[in-house]
Protein backbone atom coordinates (compact mmCIF):
# COMPACT_ATOMS: atom_id res chain seq x y z
CA UNK A 1 0.00 0.00 0.00
CA UNK A 2 1.38 3.57 -0.69
CA UNK A 3 0.46 6.34 1.16
CA UNK A 4 0.86 9.96 0.13
CA UNK A 5 1.63 13.04 3.01
CA UNK A 6 0.35 16.65 1.47
CA UNK A 7 2.14 19.75 2.92
CA UNK A 8 2.90 23.13 2.20
CA UNK A 9 -0.76 24.61 2.37
CA UNK A 10 -1.94 27.87 4.06
CA UNK A 11 -3.17 31.39 3.07
CA UNK A 12 -1.88 33.69 1.07
CA UNK A 13 -2.49 37.15 -0.42
CA UNK A 14 -3.14 37.34 -4.28
CA UNK A 15 0.16 37.50 -6.17
CA UNK A 16 1.63 35.68 -3.82
CA UNK A 17 3.06 32.15 -3.54
CA UNK A 18 3.14 28.51 -2.03
CA UNK A 19 4.95 25.50 -2.48
CA UNK A 20 3.49 22.03 -2.12
CA UNK A 21 4.99 18.84 -1.52
CA UNK A 22 3.88 15.27 -1.18
CA UNK A 23 5.61 12.14 -0.16
CA UNK A 24 4.98 8.94 -1.30
CA UNK A 25 5.49 5.81 1.67
CA UNK A 26 5.41 2.17 1.04
CA UNK A 27 7.45 -0.90 0.54
CA UNK A 28 8.05 -2.51 -2.87
CA UNK A 29 6.37 0.36 -5.43
CA UNK A 30 7.07 2.33 -8.27
CA UNK A 31 5.87 5.45 -8.82
CA UNK A 32 4.95 6.13 -12.43
CA UNK A 33 2.57 9.47 -12.16
CA UNK A 34 2.35 12.13 -10.10
CA UNK A 35 0.27 14.82 -10.04
CA UNK A 36 -1.98 17.73 -7.94
CA UNK A 37 -6.07 17.81 -8.28
CA UNK A 38 -7.84 20.35 -6.44
CA UNK A 39 -11.63 20.79 -5.46
CA UNK A 40 -13.27 24.21 -4.72
CA UNK A 41 -16.31 24.83 -2.56
CA UNK A 42 -19.60 23.80 -4.73
CA UNK A 43 -17.18 22.23 -7.72
CA UNK A 44 -16.08 19.01 -9.02
CA UNK A 45 -11.96 17.95 -8.59
CA UNK A 46 -10.02 19.21 -11.41
CA UNK A 47 -6.47 18.37 -12.48
CA UNK A 48 -3.86 21.12 -11.79
CA UNK A 49 -0.71 19.14 -13.16
CA UNK A 50 0.96 15.67 -13.59
CA UNK A 51 4.03 14.69 -14.45
CA UNK A 52 5.40 11.36 -15.23
CA UNK A 53 8.52 9.36 -14.24
CA UNK A 54 10.19 10.57 -17.44
CA UNK A 55 9.61 13.95 -16.61
CA UNK A 56 6.39 14.69 -19.12
CA UNK A 57 4.30 16.76 -18.00
CA UNK A 58 0.93 18.39 -18.02
CA UNK A 59 -1.32 21.97 -17.14
CA UNK A 60 -4.70 22.72 -16.20
CA UNK A 61 -4.82 26.01 -18.92
CA UNK A 62 -5.83 27.77 -15.74
CA UNK A 63 -2.49 27.23 -14.32
CA UNK A 64 -0.07 27.57 -16.97
CA UNK A 65 2.72 29.94 -16.76
CA UNK A 66 1.64 30.56 -13.14
CA UNK A 67 2.52 26.81 -11.69
CA UNK A 68 5.31 24.19 -11.82
CA UNK A 69 5.46 20.85 -11.01
CA UNK A 70 8.59 18.67 -10.67
CA UNK A 71 9.63 15.53 -8.76
CA UNK A 72 12.12 13.94 -7.01
CA UNK A 73 12.30 9.79 -8.05
CA UNK A 74 15.06 9.27 -5.62
CA UNK A 75 12.57 10.77 -2.32
CA UNK A 76 9.16 9.73 -4.00
CA UNK A 77 8.03 13.47 -4.13
CA UNK A 78 6.28 15.60 -6.09
CA UNK A 79 6.08 19.55 -5.63
CA UNK A 80 3.89 22.25 -7.00
CA UNK A 81 5.35 25.70 -7.20
CA UNK A 82 2.42 28.20 -7.21
CA UNK A 83 3.08 31.39 -8.35
CA UNK A 84 1.01 34.21 -9.17
CA UNK A 85 -1.81 33.19 -7.23
CA UNK A 86 -5.51 33.84 -7.57
CA UNK A 87 -8.40 33.69 -5.17
CA UNK A 88 -9.79 31.59 -7.95
CA UNK A 89 -6.88 29.24 -7.12
CA UNK A 90 -8.50 28.58 -3.28
CA UNK A 91 -9.41 25.07 -3.16
CA UNK A 92 -8.33 21.78 -1.37
CA UNK A 93 -5.45 20.16 -2.87
CA UNK A 94 -5.01 16.54 -2.96
CA UNK A 95 -1.77 14.72 -4.21
CA UNK A 96 -2.43 11.58 -6.91
CA UNK A 97 0.10 8.87 -7.83
CA UNK A 98 -0.31 5.85 -9.33
CA UNK A 99 2.14 2.58 -9.15
CA UNK A 100 2.67 -1.20 -9.33
CA UNK A 101 4.40 -3.02 -6.71
CA UNK A 102 5.43 -6.82 -6.02
CA UNK A 103 1.45 -7.53 -5.29
CA UNK A 104 -0.21 -5.12 -7.82
CA UNK A 105 0.26 -4.40 -11.33
CA UNK A 106 -1.59 -0.59 -11.08
CA UNK A 107 -2.38 0.98 -8.37
CA UNK A 108 -3.18 4.58 -7.28
CA UNK A 109 -3.86 6.00 -4.18
CA UNK A 110 -4.36 9.82 -2.97
CA UNK A 111 -3.13 12.07 0.00
CA UNK A 112 -5.53 13.95 2.55
CA UNK A 113 -5.67 17.00 1.38
CA UNK A 114 -4.04 20.47 1.98
CA UNK A 115 -6.13 23.48 2.40
CA UNK A 116 -4.98 26.69 0.00
CA UNK A 117 -6.20 29.86 0.33
CA UNK A 118 -5.72 33.16 -1.78
CA UNK A 119 -6.99 36.40 -0.37
CA UNK A 120 -7.67 39.43 -2.18
Known amino acids: QVQLVESGGGLVQAGGSLRLSCAAS????????MGWYRQAPGKQRELVAV???????NYADSVKGRFTISRDNAKNTVYLQMNSLKPEDTAVYYC??????????????WGQGTQVTVSS
Open 51 to 57: IRSGGNT
Open 26 to 33: GRGFSIFV
Open 96 to 109: YAEYYSSTRPWGST
